[in-house]
């Protein structure tokens, strides 16, 4: 079966029966020791329909700070049987020495996986879960803003009025137009695909893409595999939806912005090491692209004064990609139903394919 299959069935069997189906395959299927097993959420402020899933089952423990140090999760990681990632910080091999033998799963609330360790859980074929798909709607739709709102100049715009140089006329403030436009996607997997669907609506030129290899799914989106060279050149909007790994750190750097046109559009939503940042800002100060539209950024949080944040023509937003109620709802209750899947031994709803 192949994984772009693999990913639909997950997804159908999420929206329609996950409640009932997965909360009771767990019932059925965790030893009963007579015992409660432990779970650590790592974050206090994690959604209550996570929580919930695992108190069907389990006691549930939060780290005493909020946000949590890395020593207090080390400390706690050791008396538990499972542990609920949330949040980007390493998730590395100390963690697993540190929850020792009772330690029996892990599932990261994300779908960015890049501040896991892989080949450590990999080694020690520890089971390890993750929360994607249910966030592609969501990312998809910040996406989306961020090209319109960089396209049109939204953030400009609102400087002007702010600074009352609101002057108006015939030739004022003019952005890109989307219909008829070339649209790049760096990165066909199930956000680029979701971005791929919704720019459907905007009667767009053309749509390419980039990737080890042809996805048929992209393929029936209408879009077409080009080398990165000729996307970068081609493109009057880019959209970036790749994993942050070795291969992707900085792709976007001075000489792929110098390869773009001058009324380029660029939108990151997946990790902010993927960009240079610094080439970038200095492509968008200098006229070598139009503007950016960013839901990451190097650092997170980013200081206020990062230079970046004084650019007109960058709009900046603080990773908001999957933040909505039902998106964290979703994930809270994947990454649950991972661990409580994990502590049976059984397999996870969404384990990561290491
Ligand atoms: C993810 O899940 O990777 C998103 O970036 C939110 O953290």
């Given at each position: 079966?192949?994984?772009?299959?693999?990913?639909?069935?997950?997804?159908?069997?999420?929206?329609?029966?996950?409640?009932?189906?997965?909360?009771?395959?767990?019932?059925?299927?965790?030893?009963?020791?007579?015992?409660?097993?432990?779970?650590?959420?790592?974050?206090?402020?994690?959604?209550?329909?996570?929580?919930?899933?695992?108190?069907?089952?389990?006691d549930v423990i939060f780290p005493e700070n909020h946000p949590a140090t890395r020593d207090e999760i080390l400390e706690l990681a050791g008396q538990v049987d499972g542990i609920m990632w949330v949040g980007h910080m390493l998730l590395n091999g100390e963690v697993l020495d540190r929850g020792g033998s009772r330690l029996k799963a892990i599932s990261t609330m994300s779908a960015g996986m890049d501040y896991v360790d892989i080949d450590e859980f990999r080694k020690r074929k520890f089971p390890l879960?993750?929360?994607?798909?249910?966030?592609?709607?969501?990312?998809?739709?910040?996406?989306?803003?961020?090209?319109?709102?960089?396209?049109?100049?939204?953030?400009?715009?609102?400087?002007?009025?702010?600074?009352?140089?609101?002057?108006?006329?015939?030739?004022?403030?003019?952005?890109?137009?989307?219909?008829?436009?070339?649209?790049?996607?760096?990165?066909?997997?199930?956000?680029?695909?979701?971005?791929?669907?919704?720019?459907?609506?905007?009667?767009?030129?053309?749509?390419?893409?980039?990737?080890?290899?042809?996805?048929?799914?992209?393929?029936?989106?209408?879009?077409?595999?080009?080398?990165?060279?000729?996307?970068?050149?081609?493109?009057?909007?880019?959209?970036?939806?790749?994993?942050?790994?070795?291969?992707?750190?900085?792709?976007?750097?001075?000489?792929?912005?110098?390869?773009?046109?001058?009324?380029?559009?660029?939108?990151?939503?997946?990790?902010?090491?993927?960009?240079?940042?610094?080439?970038?800002?200095?492509?968008?100060?200098?006229?070598?692209?139009?503007?950016?539209?960013?839901?990451?950024?190097?650092?997170?949080?980013?200081?206020?004064?990062?230079?970046?944040?004084?650019?007109?023509?960058?709009?900046?937003?603080?990773?908001?990609?999957?933040?909505?109620?039902?998106?964290?709802?979703?994930?809270?209750?994947?990454?649950?139903?991972?661990?409580?899947?994990?502590?049976?031994?059984?397999?996870?709803?969404?384990?990561?394919?290491?």
């Open positions: 079966m192949n994984k772009g299959f693999v990913r639909i069935l997950l997804g159908l069997l999420f929206y329609g029966v996950l409640s009932t189906i997965s909360a009771q395959s767990v019932e059925t299927t965790m030893v009963n020791t007579g015992k409660r097993p432990v779970v650590l959420v790592t974050n206090k402020e994690t959604p209550e329909k996570g929580i919930n899933k695992l108190r069907l089952k389990c879960g993750y929360t994607p798909i249910v966030l592609n709607d969501a990312v998809a739709d910040s996406a989306i803003g961020l090209m319109i709102a960089a396209g049109r100049r939204f953030h400009e715009g609102r400087l002007a009025i702010d600074q009352s140089q609101w002057t108006g006329g015939p030739q004022w403030m003019l952005g890109q137009d989307i219909k008829g436009s070339t649209v790049g996607i760096i990165g066909m997997g199930g956000i680029g695909q979701t971005i791929a669907r919704r720019l459907k609506g905007f009667e767009i030129g053309q749509l390419l893409y980039t990737g080890r290899r042809p996805k048929p799914e992209a393929e029936a989106l209408g879009a077409k595999m080009v080398p990165q060279a000729e996307l970068l050149q081609e493109s009057d909007y880019i959209f970036i939806a790749v994993p942050l790994t070795n291969e992707t750190h900085h792709l976007i750097n001075e000489s792929a912005l110098a390869k773009m046109k001058r009324t380029a559009v660029l939108v990151n939503v997946a990790r902010g090491d993927i960009v240079d940042q610094k080439a970038l800002v200095a492509a968008l100060k200098n006229g070598t692209i139009f503007a950016a539209g960013l839901d990451v950024t190097t650092p997170e949080p980013l200081p206020a004064d990062d230079e970046l944040l004084s650019l007109p023509n960058a709009v900046v937003i603080p990773h908001l990609g999957s933040a909505t109620v039902q998106t964290r709802d979703n994930m809270a209750e994947i990454a649950a139903l991972n661990v409580l899947a994990g502590i049976a031994g059984t397999p996870m709803f969404s384990p990561y394919p290491y």
